[in-house]
């Protein structure tokens, strides 16, 4: 349990330090994902799901200069961003519904380094996972500020060309989320918890061997 911790502290830490004093623009489409619950492996497949929406959407939306054609691209590819996440869900073994919208979302106040994001709607890409209680994790969609990074394969919050902001885990509790229904993962939850695990240690090994 106690390896668990560390390495669930250490992913935020970690997502925390991507944070830069960029700033959120103005014109923005923010993602939002709500794991389903708090536990090892909830979280863990959320990143998984993280990681898969944001190459989609980054591939989708190249060289897209307006808000509005971003948000045209989400709007029609929403079919397909929820058989991303389904296919995730799928291959890990879970069985949790969910769901992927694009609206006004409230956001609680958030604050990372110097910069305070005030509570309230923003308009952003909405995935919930089964029951959407977990801590959630989100990112600037548009402009893409978010990219899946090639040495490691996890989205960060960050550009090609330049330093920008802002990714983060956080607690959930004044999100007011899409429903979404929940089903019980059933018996191989132990296994997958083991899984999951190694999967969290070789991230964090592979980032410890990054600083070297």
Same mark, same amino acid.
């Given at each position: 349990?106690?390896?668990?911790? $560390?390495?669930?502290?250490?992913?935020?830490?970690?997502?925390?330090?991507?944070?830069?004093? &960029?700033?959120?623009?103005?014109?923005?489409?923010?993602?939002?994902?709500?794991? =389903?619950?708090?536990?090892?492996?909830?979280?863990?497949?959320?990143?998984?799901?993280?990681?898969?929406?944001?190459? %989609?959407?980054? @591939?989708?939306?190249? &060289?897209?200069?307006?808000?509005?054609?971003?948000?045209?691209?989400?709007?029609?590819?929403?079919?397909?961003?929820? &058989?991303?996440?389904?296919?995730? +869900?799928?291959?890990? /073994?879970?069985?949790?519904? @969910?769901?992927?919208?694009?609206?006004?979302?409230? !956001?609680?106040?958030?604050?990372? /380094?110097?910069?305070?994001?005030?509570?309230?709607?923003?308009?952003? +890409?909405?995935?919930?996972?089964?029951?959407?209680?977990?801590? =959630?994790?989100?990112?600037?969609?548009?402009?893409? $500020?978010? !990219?899946?990074?090639?040495?490691? &394969?996890?989205?960060?919050?960050?550009?090609?060309?330049?330093?920008?902001?802002?990714?983060?885990? /956080?607690?959930?509790? %004044?999100?007011?989320?899409?429903?979404?229904? @929940?089903?019980? %993962?059933?018996? /191989?939850?132990?296994?997958?918890?083991?899984?999951?695990?190694?999967?969290?240690?070789?991230?964090?090994?592979?980032?410890?061997? @990054? +600083? !070297?």
């Amino acid at each position: 349990m106690a390896i668990m911790v $560390l390495i669930m502290s250490w992913e935020a830490q970690k997502m925390d330090a991507a944070v830069v004093q &960029g700033g959120i623009p103005e014109e923005a489409i923010r993602l939002r994902i709500l794991a =389903n619950s708090d536990s090892p492996s909830d979280q863990l497949v959320k990143r998984i799901v993280r990681d898969e929406i944001v190459k %989609a959407m980054n @591939s989708w939306a190249a &060289g897209q200069q307006t808000i509005e054609q971003a948000r045209e691209t989400i709007r029609t590819k929403l079919p397909e961003l929820q &058989g991303i996440v389904a296919d995730v +869900l799928a291959s890990r /073994g879970f069985s949790y519904d @969910s769901t992927a919208e694009l609206g006004m979302v409230e !956001f609680p106040t958030k604050m990372y /380094g110097s910069k305070v994001y005030p509570a309230g709607e923003y308009e952003a +890409l909405l995935i919930t996972i089964g029951e959407g209680k977990g801590q =959630n994790w989100w990112c600037v969609l548009f402009p893409p $500020l978010c !990219f899946v990074d090639a040495a490691t &394969g996890e989205a960060s919050a960050a550009s090609a060309d330049a330093e920008v902001a802002a990714a983060a885990a /956080g607690d959930d509790a %004044a999100v007011q989320k899409a429903s979404a229904d @929940s089903a019980d %993962a059933g018996a /191989g939850e132990a296994p997958k918890a083991k899984f999951f695990l190694w999967e969290l240690l070789q991230s964090l090994i592979d980032w410890i061997k @990054s +600083l !070297f």
